[in-house]
């Protein structure tokens, strides 16, 4: 059976852990998404990892791991990760780049500098919107154009022409040279020339040979550049939706679509934030939830869980049921609040609107649960768990309609909560 991990949220949910336990089982691990500036978290054999752009099946010999045409991809980064990976675990891991996913070039980092956009947006600067833009504007290098170096040098010294036009006062900029860029590139991606496939086509011969396929989401829904909460989102799709298309396969393909929810809500970066906390309970959460980002060690907002933005992403993604996360971080509060509605101009409302703008104005309604105080450490039942915290579990099932199938209770992979449904 294949499955869809999928954020519900600003990204951070815990996907990491979820896509690192389910990757034991599967045969192909596919990265469908976004490229370095997603920061999983992996705890593998007692070791802390924050993987950037590999997916969770390199901590398993066998496993293929697909960095899928919907990715953008900085070989550096990938270099240093996968050296990191290999040093612990022994052997090299099986990497499938595919042909179409774009990279990132020294000169998109540097973009996102010059125009102010990383600041603006609080984006994590790794390049990430100018990649993207450039694919969008056919002006972008792919995995591809790496086996036909003659070819490469005349595109980057074409692109290079009309950025040395645009900024002609960056020395930065005006020394770029194409060949220099196309050396140094080669040299990073040697070990990778011959994992540049057709990605698309080894995704669906493994399906169609009922291979287990896990696909694993970046970032969260709410940061999808077409159904977060623009502009404050990243450049790709993170949702469902988006997983076909960022692949090359048809829609049909995967039938189990798990939805990773963290207890409580947070965000990196700008943007608006109904249920945010910016008192001693949400310093609380960051504390204790470790919630700082790891891709730019910066500190993440924390807030209340918000049902109104997770009944949205649970439709839009067709979540067929949910991972819970960091339920743990919660032991202590006096008391939990989830946000049933949102107040805007006077109305009461369960939509999600589209707009950030909008959504900048929505007071959040609400309903105010008991806390508890034991430990949930060791808890391996839902049954076991304290009576409040099993109610939560229930209130966030009922209010999304969609079975909670793992409760995350500590970041390493024993502290996980399977559940029979
Ligand atoms: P970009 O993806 O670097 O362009 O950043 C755009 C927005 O998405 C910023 O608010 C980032 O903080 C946020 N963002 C991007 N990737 C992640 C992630 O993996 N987790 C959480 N936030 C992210």
Redesign the pocket.
């Known amino acids: 059976m294949s499955t869809a991990i999928l ?1 519900l949220q ?3 949910e815990g996907k990491g852990k979820i896509t690192h336990l389910l990757a034991r089982e599967a045969d192909m691990v596919v990265r469908f998404n ?2 370095p ?4 978290t992996v705890i593998d054999r007692g070791v802390k990892f924050g993987t950037h752009l590999v997916p969770a099946g390199v901590f398993y010999p066998d496993t293929v791991n697909v960095l899928a045409g919907g990715m953008v991809i900085d070989l550096g980064i990938l270099r240093e990760e996968v050296d990191t990976i290999a040093a612990h675990t022994g052997w090299a891991p099986k990497l499938l780049i595919a042909e179409n996913a774009h990279l990132i070039l020294p000169y998109h980092r540097l973009l ?1 500098e010059l125009e102010g ?2 600041a603006h ?9 100018p990649t993207y833009r450039d694919k969008a504007a056919k002006i972008g290098v792919r995995a591809c154009d790496l086996l036909r170096p003659d070819g490469l040098v005349k595109r980057l010294e074409w692109r290079l022409n009309l950025l040395k036009r645009q900024w002609p006062d960056s020395d930065e900029v005006v020394k770029l040279d194409a060949a220099e860029l196309t050396e140094g590139l080669m040299d990073v991606a040697a070990p990778f020339i011959g994992s540049i496939a057709n990605a698309a086509a080894a995704v669906a011969a493994a399906l169609d040979e009922k291979q287990n396929v896990l696909f694993e989401g ?3 829904t709410l ?1 999808d550049i077409d159904h977060g909460t623009y502009p ?5 799709s993170t949702t469902y939706v988006g997983l076909a298309n960022s692949i090359g396969i048809p829609e049909p393909a995967v039938s189990r679509r798990l939805g990773v929810v963290k207890a409580y809500q ?6 608006p934030f109904p249920t945010e906390l910016e008192d001693e309970i949400g310093s609380g959460f960051q504390q204790r939830g470790g919630e700082f ?4 060690g ?1 500190p ?1 907002r924390c807030g209340w869980l918000d049902l109104v933005a997770l009944r949205y992403a649970v439709a839009l993604n067709g979540a067929t049921g949910l991972a819970l996360t960091k339920i743990d971080v919660l032991t202590g509060c006096d008391e939990i609040k989830v946000c049933r509605a949102y107040s805007v101009g006077g109305r009461e409302t369960d939509r999600f609107p589209l707009s950030g703008e909008v959504l900048e104005g929505c007071e959040p309604i609400y309903e105010t649960l008991s806390g508890w105080r034991e430990s949930l450490e060791g808890i391996d039942a839902v049954g076991h768990l304290p009576a409040a915290a099993a109610a939560y579990v229930a209130t966030i099932e009922e209010a999304v309609r969609t079975p909670i199938e793992i409760v995350s209770i500590g970041p390493e992979p024993e502290a996980t909560i399977y559940r029979e449904l």
């Open positions: 954020g600003w990204g951070d976004g490229g500036n997603a920061g999983h996102e956009s990383g947006f609080g984006t994590t600067r790794r390049g990430i919107a970046a970032q969260g940061l404050f989102v990243t450049s790709s947070t965000r990196v970066g700008e943007g980002g790891v891709t730019t910066r993440r």
